[in-house]
């Protein structure tokens, strides 16, 4: 199967048991933490793990690598302190992805509260351009993931336009794409059930972000109702959202270059092989 279909695991042991396990539950891509998302402690990849990692990715044909940033950052914070921190953490953040081969670091672009919007975007961009300078991404497949988010107040991201906005000024200063999230796009209001729904927020998706520059779905049905602006992810399938709208992304030729992964409540193991199984019997 060339399509990519994968889910969230942990790294217990080591990033490289992330990829064997992957490959253990069928997946062909795989989302980790790179480190612990609550701790602010810089840390380096370790380089026996980074080789390891690259062969058996190899091995398996697991790709795309998607890290996901730690849930500190927050590039556009009002408080100089954790803007600061969440600048170094960002660049540690990058500098793991570069060292493990990782191709997308997938970014929430976070919380203006106590600023305006125009400020937030400004001070997220800033932010962001800061933390990669002086890397070598150049020679690289990797991109930074803007991923868009449930629409909360304060929180940026929470539209196609938004997530264009920061994109665009960042485009010629860092490698940035976009990462959508399903359960966010429903919860922010946008319609994914409906078959017209479904089109015109594609064409929508189309004419802001460009659907080239999206990388990766985020496939999670949701706990909460359209437009809730709530974030809480729930099974494929089991959610308000139903089969239908992983169905027609899974099949949609404009999406053939994308990544899907599932970030959706694991209460046992086995539950990642169970988001797998249904993302891939929903390929037509
Ligand atoms: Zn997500
Ligand atoms: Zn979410």
Redesign the pocket.
Known sequence: MTKRIGVHLGTTGGVSNSIERAHEIGANTLQIFSASPRMWRITKADPKQAVRTRELRANFDVGPLVIHTSYLVNVCSQSEEVREKSVAAFRGEIERALALGGEYLVLHPGSWRGLTREEGLKLAADSIERAIDGLPWQSTPFHILIENT?GAEFSLGGSFEQVAELVSRLKSHAPVAVCL?T??THVAGYDLVSAEGYEQTIKLAASTIGLETVRVW?M?DAKAARGSKL?R?EQIGKGTMGLEPFRRLLNDSRFAHCAFVA?TPVEEPADELRSVQVLQSLVQ
């Open positions: 449930a999230d359960c966010h985020h999670n974030d992810h970030e």
